[in-house]
């Protein structure tokens, strides 16, 4: 399984490239651009999981941008760690109104460049911080890519298992198929929202006695919940 994807936003090279080497090296895939302009196109094209964004940018400010694409839909749930050299108690408060999850103040070490991505990731992105998680007698746990069924490994596709994993870290509330391609495939341009339909119908074949654990919300969409059937 692919790492989470970094949106790395830095005009500074030589960090920039710091940052990506190590990321690769402990399995993330970073993506790196030098300026708002090219984190939007990013952003049009394939969501990341997480951003890095530098405070200090050519044209738009880290600060404006972390705003801007917390008040938008398809934006506003990626975790943002804002970097700056700036160590001020009052741009710390800035960052943090502004939307960004997290602050980290330049020079910092990579160890904890790593451990705070992972801290976002794990309270704005369950499912990619290598957790496992049960919902009435289906266990599903990431890091040995298995789903249990009343204690019975099933079978089931590498699509199907993150799209599983999504529902159970975010149960009991309806997800539209444009939301399940955004947050399971990254991306809702490039792929039609019946591709989702095709694939909860394997889920449900593959979940076996639990299938009914996936509900479909007519007009809406689709709702992992622990009790089948309750309205
Ligand atoms: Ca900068």
Redesign the pocket.
Known sequence: MSGPRVLVV???RG?SELISVNLRHYGYQPVCVEDGEQAQRELDGILPDVILL????PGQSGLALARKWRSQTRTKGIPILMLT?RGDESDKVAGLDSGADDYLTKPFSIQELLARIRAVLRRRAPEQAGEAVQIGNLHLDTSSHRVLLSGQPLKMGPTEFKLLNFLMQHPERVHTRASLLDRVWGDHVFIEERTVDVHIKRLREALDTASTMVETVRGVGYRFTANPGAA
């Open positions: 830095e005009d500074e960090i530098d405070w200090m940018l050299a």
